[in-house]
């Protein structure tokens, strides 16, 4: 999926939940980023932190996953159940995948 794509259909969760909440794009600038960039945002122009999206969650009252939500085909990978036994060991190096001769 090209970026460009991702950051508009982020814009357009994030104008969904704003509308869903009944607040202005003034209401939302009020409580946290600038009316300037949230409208940059829902028009998918910008590239907000992680940080300022959890922000945004809080203010809409929605989980930050369902602003995040952009219609990727791959299937959903639950991250809960790999077990830390799978880390890699520190300070090892990676074992080359051809033989030396």
Known sequence: MDFGVCLRR???NLRRARWRKGLTQ??????GV???????MERGERNPT???????????EVRLVDLLEVGER??????SKVP??????RGRKPRATTRRR
Not at 26 to 31: E, G, I, P
Not at 74 to 79: H, S, T, W, Y
């Open 34 to 40: 600038t009316l300037r960039y949230l409208a940059e």
């Open 10 to 12: 982020l814009g357009k």
């Open 84 to 89: 830390d036994s799978m880390a890699p060991k």
């Open 50 to 60: 992680l940080r300022t999206l959890h922000d945004l969650a809080d203010i809409l």
């Open 26 to 31: 003034q209401d939302v600038a009020a409580k």
């Open 74 to 79: 791959r299937a959903a990978v639950d991250l």
